[in-house]
């Protein structure tokens, strides 16, 4: 017999809890307005949670340390940290030069060959390392071939937050989704990654028709061979071997019992030993703190709304339904979760839902296809917009920076041209992604 909902009073840790957690994430989701990053907030409400809590009993330091996923973290860290001694060998740079000359100009021909590489690393490296990579690089070539970069830089984003969705690596929300839920690469892969590549060619053919005038410009086309030298061709190249052999084990972590994060940390200690002139201390310094930060303040905020038991005061409301047709609700937590990480983030939304998924599990519920239904929503539906991920917020920033340098207003990617461009792409992939749902449903189950 299911047990009744206590009521929701002020001055409750509930009440206290969820105050806390709709004030941070009210301050995350509007950085541009106020002017204090999204990091700064998410600390905020970390440490008033555990000051709270211990007030009121419900949590406190210990828990909070406790609350914390660290092999999302430590995952994340060794994979920036591989990528920062990758970058200066300039391989990316060469790979890019390669790709652009390929083309011999025709601009869709371009946009497919760099949105296939973006997807590609961005099943192993995650959509923001990749965007991070690429990003400043499609400028570069745009510049030189005299041509608009905002189709190449809107196609980088999409791509690569829908490519980023087959893989337990490839997205940030992947990696918490997998760890809470003790889901492996192979299995992640195995029921993400055909959902993913229909999404993904329905992208890029819509791209095409929603870029048509700005693909059929013509490109000036220099001479690239001169650009395409690789200046650390040793580390370069072992580098490109180790990340081979990290596939290898992020196939067969399960079988040793290994977590994702030592994959990458054994990555890394090679990476450093075999290398050639590796400084760490320039490589350290270039890893995203304030993202890492972000994480952990996120899973601490988290934890304390968890430990005040509303999230599960929360999740009584949503179980009927969960109860009553799991297929029908899949589908709403599928397009629910797309319209919010299309609003707020999709990082801090997952964060909110695990513990209430988690919640249905401890009741005897099935949730396997909760969780799938979740790591397509919160993926597909960072697309929508340019808050929704990470890597779009990225990529609006240096449009903007570019926007300024040429001392063009066209060049920034303004909330109202994502929305025009994004959003039906966002639409079409949840649509193709329900119906393959609700088509091989005894497979997500």
Not at 106 to 120: E, I, K, P, S
Not at 206 to 220: D, M, N, P, S, T
Not at 289 to 303: E, P, R
Request: charged share 10%.
């Amino acid at each position: 017999m299911q047990e009744a909902i206590e009521p929701l009073t002020w001055g409750t840790p509930m009440a206290v809890s969820g105050i806390i957690l709709a004030v941070t994430f009210v301050g995350i989701f509007t950085e541009a307005v106020h002017g204090f990053h999204r990091t700064k907030f998410a600390m905020g409400g970390a440490a008033v949670m555990i000051l709270v809590g211990q007030y009121y009993g419900f949590y406190n330091p210990t828990l909070a340390v406790e609350a914390i996923d660290w092999n999302v973290v430590f995952l994340l860290a060794g994979m920036m940290t591989i990528v920062a001694i990758m970058i200066p060998t300039g391989g990316f740079q060469a790979l890019a030069y390669r790709i652009a000359d390929f083309s011999k100009g025709r601009l869709f021909f371009l946009m497919a060959m760099l949105g296939t590489l973006v997807t590609v690393l961005s099943l192993l490296l995650d959509n923001v390392t990749t965007v991070v990579i690429f990003g400043p690089l499609i400028i570069l070539i745009c510049r030189t071939i005299k041509v608009n970069p905002i189709p190449f830089l809107l196609a980088a984003a999409l791509l690569s937050d829908t490519g980023g969705v087959a893989t337990l690596v490839g997205d940030p929300p992947n990696l918490m989704i997998g760890s809470a839920a003790g889901i492996d690469f192979n299995t992640f892969f195995i029921h993400m990654g055909g959902l993913v590549f229909v999404a993904w060619v329905a992208i890029l053919f819509f791209l095409k028709i929603l870029f048509r005038k700005e693909l059929a410009v013509k490109a000036q086309m220099p001479h690239f061979e001169a650009l395409e030298k690789i200046k650390d061709p040793y580390t370069w190249w072992v580098a490109i071997g180790i990340l081979c052999l990290m596939v290898v084990l992020f196939i067969l972590h399960s079988k040793f019992h290994w977590e994702p994060w030592f994959v990458a940390a054994i990555g890394l200690t090679l990476l450093v030993f075999i290398g050639k002139n590796i400084e760490l201390d320039e490589s350290f310094s270039q890893v995203e703190l304030s993202l890492l930060m972000f994480f952990i303040s996120l899973f601490i905020l988290v934890g304390g709304v968890e430990h005040s038991q509303f999230l599960e005061y929360l999740g009584q409301f949503i179980q009927p339904y969960v109860v009553s047709d799991l297929m029908v609700a899949a589908i709403m937590l599928m397009w629910g979760s797309a319209v919010m990480s299309a609003a707020i983030d999709n990082i801090p939304f997952t964060a909110a839902m695990i513990p209430i998924i988690l919640g249905f599990e401890t009741q005897g519920i099935n949730v396997t296809p909760l969780w799938w239904a979740l790591a397509i929503g919160v993926g597909m539906g960072g697309n929508g917009t340019h808050l929704g991920s990470t890597a779009n917020v990225f990529i609006v920033t240096i449009s903007e920076r570019l926007a300024k340098e040429e001392g063009d207003p066209s060049l920034a990617i303004t909330p109202g041209l994502w929305f025009r461009k994004g959003t039906p792409v966002m639409l079409i992939t949840l649509v193709l992604s329900s119906i393959i749902m609700v088509t091989f449903w005894d497979f997500f189950i």
